[in-house]
RNA sequence: GUGACCGUAGCUCAAUCGGCAGAGCUCUGGAUUGUGGCUCCAGCGGUUGUGGGUUCAAGCCCCAUCGGUCACCCCA
């Protein structure tokens, strides 16, 4: 047993200090998302494995390499089901889905997920820890182009409404089941030749997951790259049809954005329109996402379109300090009650307006612990409250209360920022105050 | 999974050639027995990540291990 605990290798606190910046994206998220029409969802953390192995796909490093796996205890068969942490949102929310029959519902639906944990077993770095967690949302239902584009949009919006700048939109089409395995083809065709001369990595891409061969980044393999069939060149008419309206609706939100041919995206269930937001500075990605019309099909449900993304608040919160963006600081308490002597009488009258207070939705502190008048007028300072309350026994006697106004500053004579108010009036001037 | 750098008080960091483990911040108490920010004093706080090794002597050198940071892979 370990003499010291610590938070297990990847996963952390999110500490008191750092809650202003997770506030400031969550209310952001839920003003966008609902003014969009996206309506909340929560899936639970833990789904069978297979889930997750049927649509992000064996063959990726997530379900291969980085799912929390684990057998549950077994039933009175003794058959033990095999479970793991979600490593990303899409599948839970489809599954969801389907299971409760949204699909009689008017399509789209449009869902969102907030500050979900997610389960990656990766070496921890730079924006990147085991448990993370995620905004995301997933409209599902409905193909039309002005969807795709509604999303990326909602995603620009709020990012902007946050204060940040300096990010890009990266947007491809990898075609769908008709278009994408002849692209395939060619562009092994056209890397078979060249291949002894590739990367290690890029000669286990080409049989393993060919589209990602674009994603190399040796800079040996760069010219090659460029050299490459690109997928717009091989897109099927519908799916070219598709791209391009999303691009015309996108002008018409106003987002601006980049075409990038080599964006292919790593989970396995996309198809046409993908998209990534990122940061122009650490050129790092803060969400991504894409269409995956034929995930509700491989999850046992009727054809059913569908797009979405996630977006990793521990990259978003990173990319707000980097930018220097402040979130609303928190509200230091209005009123602090300092209470001289250690009489219990004294004490009971503290506790007694301090109760009053609260229940007045006046958010009040405290001394405790029978401090000094002195070390309690300090933390009444430093907690930031506006007043300091005082009590003693010449207010004790007298049935009134002396408020001070910690804002004064201290220079100013006592009287001058003190004020005798009767104890049945402090309710009254502290809400008009 | 691969690699680089780094582990000293709750936090930020000192410690000369290997020679008594220190400071600032925070917190607590005090400087006229009831009055805040500045200042001053004091206190709390450490098996120098852990385990070995070299040495008269290790925070410092060596090995291992754990952890942290960053990059690659991959991805949010």
């Given at each position: 047993?370990?003499?010291?605990?610590?938070?297990?290798?990847?996963?952390?606190?999110?500490?008191?200090?750092?809650?202003?910046?997770?506030?400031?994206?969550?209310?952001?998220?839920?003003?966008?998302?609902?003014l969009y029409g996206?309506?909340?969802?929560?899936t639970?953390?833990?789904?069978?494995?297979?889930?997750?192995?049927?649509?992000?796909?064996?063959?990726?490093d997530?379900v291969?390499?980085?799912?929390?796996?684990?057998?549950?205890?077994?039933?009175?068969?003794?058959?033990?089901?095999n479970?793991?942490?979600?490593?990303?949102?899409?599948?839970?929310?489809?599954?969801?889905?389907?299971?409760?029959?949204?699909?009689q519902?008017?399509?789209p639906?449009k869902l969102?997920?907030?500050?979900?944990?997610?389960?990656?077993?990766?070496k921890?770095?730079?924006?990147?820890?085991?448990?993370?967690?995620?905004?995301?949302?997933?409209?599902?239902?409905?193909?039309?182009?002005?969807?795709?584009?509604?999303?990326?949009?909602?995603?620009?919006?709020?990012?902007i409404?946050m204060?940040?700048?300096?990010?890009?939109?990266?947007l491809?089409?990898i075609?769908d089941r008709?278009?994408?395995?002849q692209?395939?083809?060619?562009?092994?065709?056209?890397?078979?030749?060249?291949?002894?001369?590739?990367?290690d990595?890029?000669q286990?891409?080409?049989?393993?997951?060919?589209?990602?061969l674009?994603?190399?980044?040796?800079?040996?393999?760069?010219?090659?790259?460029?050299g490459?069939?690109?997928?717009?060149?091989?897109?099927?008419?519908?799916?070219r049809?598709?791209?391009a309206a999303?691009?015309?609706?996108?002008?018409l939100?106003?987002v601006?954005?980049?075409?990038?041919?080599?964006?292919?995206?790593?989970?396995?269930?996309?198809?046409?329109?993908?998209?990534?937001?990122?940061?122009?500075?650490?050129?790092?990605?803060?969400?991504?996402?894409?269409?995956?019309?034929?995930?509700?099909?491989?999850?046992?449900?009727?054809?059913?379109?569908?797009?979405?993304?996630?977006?990793?608040?521990?990259?978003?919160?990173?990319?707000?300090?980097?930018?220097?963006v402040a979130?609303p600081?928190?509200?230091?308490p209005?009123?602090?009650?300092?209470?001289?002597?250690?009489?219990?009488?004294?004490?009971?009258?503290?506790?007694?307006?301090?109760a009053?207070?609260?229940?007045a939705?006046?958010?009040?502190?405290?001394?405790?612990g029978?401090?000094s008048?002195?070390s309690?007028?300090?933390?009444?300072?430093?907690?930031?409250?506006a007043?300091a309350?005082?009590?003693g026994?010449d207010?004790?006697?007298?049935?009134?209360?002396?408020?001070?106004?910690?804002?004064?500053g201290?220079e100013?004579?006592?009287?001058?920022?003190?004020?005798?108010v009767?104890?049945?009036?402090?309710?009254?001037?502290?809400?008009?105050?």
């Amino acid at each position: 047993m370990p003499e010291h605990y610590r938070a297990l290798q990847g996963f952390k606190d999110i500490l008191p200090d750092e809650q202003p910046y997770w506030r400031l994206i969550e209310k952001t998220a839920i003003e966008v998302t609902e003014l969009y029409g996206y309506r909340r969802i929560e899936t639970p953390t833990v789904e069978e494995t297979s889930l997750f192995s049927r649509t992000t796909g064996e063959g990726t490093d997530i379900v291969d390499k980085e799912m929390y796996s684990f057998n549950d205890r077994p039933d009175k068969e003794g058959r033990s089901a095999n479970l793991s942490l979600r490593p990303e949102g899409t599948a839970g929310v489809v599954r969801a889905y389907l299971e409760h029959g949204m699909f009689q519902l008017a399509q789209p639906v449009k869902l969102y997920y907030l500050r979900e944990p997610m389960f990656r077993h990766d070496k921890p770095q730079a924006g990147r820890v085991r448990e993370h967690h995620q905004f995301g949302c997933e409209a599902l239902g409905e193909s039309d182009p002005a969807v795709d584009a509604e999303m990326i949009g909602l995603l620009f919006q709020f990012y902007i409404s946050m204060g940040l700048s300096n990010l890009h939109v990266s947007l491809n089409s990898i075609g769908d089941r008709n278009c994408r395995p002849q692209y395939l083809e060619r562009l092994k065709e056209y890397y078979l030749p060249l291949l002894d001369t590739c990367c290690d990595d890029c000669q286990v891409r080409f049989y393993k997951n060919p589209l990602r061969l674009l994603d190399c980044k040796e800079p040996q393999d760069q010219a090659r790259i460029a050299g490459a069939p690109k997928i717009a060149d091989y897109l099927c008419e519908p799916c070219r049809e598709h791209f391009a309206a999303v691009k015309r609706y996108l002008d018409l939100y106003d987002v601006p954005y980049q075409l990038d041919p080599l964006l292919v995206r790593g989970l396995d269930y996309y198809t046409r329109t993908v998209f990534e937001v990122i940061s122009t500075t650490s050129k790092q990605a803060l969400n991504g996402g894409g269409r995956y019309d034929g995930l509700a099909e491989i999850l046992g449900g009727k054809s059913t379109p569908g797009i979405g993304f996630g977006a990793g608040f521990e990259r978003i919160s990173l990319e707000l300090k980097r930018q220097k963006v402040a979130p609303p600081p928190e509200a230091g308490p209005c009123a602090y009650v300092v209470y001289f002597g250690k009489s219990a009488e004294m004490k009971d009258a503290a506790v007694r307006i301090v109760a009053e207070l609260r229940h007045a939705a006046i958010k009040t502190e405290m001394g405790y612990g029978d401090r000094s008048a002195k070390s309690q007028m300090k933390q009444a300072n430093t907690s930031g409250s506006a007043y300091a309350i005082l009590i003693g026994e010449d207010e004790l006697a007298g049935g009134y209360v002396t408020v001070q106004d910690l804002r004064a500053g201290k220079e100013l004579a006592l009287e001058a920022k003190q004020i005798k108010v009767q104890r049945d009036a402090l309710i009254d001037y502290l809400q008009k105050a």
